[in-house]
Each structure stands twice: as C-alpha cells, then as structure tokens.
C-alpha cells in the first residue's frame, strides 16, 4: 500500500536514497543527513514522496511528481526503492502495480521514468510492469563521486 511520506519517514527513506547497492541508481550524491534533511523536507511539502507499506512496515519509496499544463495527464515517476532486506519477494513488481493504479486513480493516463543503462534488473522489473522503452538518454546521469556519466532508457507506460 502506498501512504504519503512522513516526517517520521526520514531515517528509512535516506537509508533507502545512500544504501551502497541503491545509490547509484537513485538522484542524490552520497551525502549526510543534515544535507539530506532540506531536500527530504522540500518532497514532504510538495507531496511527492510515498512510502510502500505492508502490513505497517515501510519497505519502500517512490516519488510522483505530476506535470502541469499540457501535460498535467503525465506524472514522472522516480526514487523507485525497496530496502534490500526485502528484496527478492516480488514486492518491487507490487509497488510498481500499486503506484500505476494509484497514478490511474488521481487521473494520469500516462506515466514516465528513466533507469540507468547498466540497471538491468530495474529495467526488467518496469517492463514486467508495463513500462516500454521509449528512448536512450545519452550520458544522462552524473554519478560525480564515481566520475561517471550514465545512459538512461526513458519508459513509458499509457493507463
């Protein structure tokens, strides 16, 4: 079930962002949860943040941020995570369903996200969604830490 972020969200959702194995994959450069706090703050206010829950338990995040004029049916979806530890059950493929029915029932009849070239798994996890490739963004993601420039796939998916 997806629930809106809360304050009290904050720990889970920067683990989620600075873990090793999701980091790369996620917005942010590896920072301090001082750094972190406005940012975090900033999606709480806009209301873009939500956190999966089963059964009371936060086990990941994602963001929805909807576009505005002639494209407000499109929302972009992003920061797609499930903390490793419950990984391997199959609850990606479910957060995946809940946020393109809970995106279908705000009234998007279009959804977006871009992953990174070498990220396979997530990429396999949106076409089991629906997702379609759609375009290669050529040297699109700045990992500066690592002094990496990654391609991005754009997916789509119509609702």
Known sequence: M???????????VYDLYFLPENNPYLL?????KDAFEPIFAAQL????????DINGHAVGMVKISGYTHRMAHI???GAVAIHPK?????LG??????????CKSLGYTRLELD???????????????GFET?????NYSNRAAAGQLVHNYRMGILL
């Open 2 to 12: 997806l629930r809106p972020a809360t304050v009290a969200d904050f720990s889970f």
């Open 28 to 32: 942010y450069e590896p920072m301090s």
């Open 45 to 52: 206010n806009e209301g873009v943040k939500y956190i999966f």
């Open 75 to 77: 929302a972009y979806i």
């Open 86 to 90: 419950y990984a391997g059950h199959g």
């Open 93 to 102: 493929l479910q957060l995946m369903h809940d946020t393109i029915h809970f």
């Open 115 to 129: 992953v990174d070239d070498d990220n396979p798994k997530a990429k396999r996890l949106y076409e089991k969604a």
């Open 134 to 138: 759609e375009g290669l963004l050529r």
